[in-house]
């Protein structure tokens, strides 16, 4: 099984800072693409942030310039920076990652359990 872990998710005053972090464990052979969608209440799941392998990235027009999204291949984690945050921003984040476990030949997307952001005016 594969396992990820969020953690960092918080109160913030807008315009503060917060960093989230997603580790994978378990029975990994590749990660591929890892990435950050939030939920807010009433709303869909939508893509924050995107890193592929090789260190290419993509964002949500609504963070551009403000979060940056990193990852280490050797620990097998994705991190989010956010900066200057708004209320508009407070929602559950989720990590996501598409995974190639052991002995497989196919990739398998695999959620985060969600980390609360939540951002006062």
């Known amino acids: 099984q594969v396992q990820l872990v969020e953690s960092g998710g918080g109160l913030v005053q807008a315009g503060g800072s917060l960093r989230l972090s997603c580790a994978a464990s378990?029975?990994?052979?590749?990660?591929?693409?890892m990435g950050w969608y939030r939920q807010a209440p009433g709303k869909q799941r939508e893509l924050v942030a995107a890193?592929?392998?090789?260190?290419?990235?993509n964002y949500a027009d609504s963070v551009k310039g403000r979060f940056t999204i990193s990852r280490d291949n050797a620990k097998n984690t994705v991190y989010l920076q956010m900066n200057s945050l708004k209320p508009e921003d407070t929602a559950v984040y989720y990590c996501?990652?598409?995974?190639?476990?052991?002995?497989?030949?196919?990739?398998?997307?695999?959620w985060g359990q969600g980390t609360q952001v939540t951002v006062s005016s």
């Open positions: 996501n990652a598409r995974v190639q476990r052991v002995a497989t030949t196919y990739e398998y997307g695999y």
């Open positions: 378990g029975s990994i052979f590749s990660i591929n693409d």
């Open positions: 890193v592929s392998r090789g260190g290419t990235t």
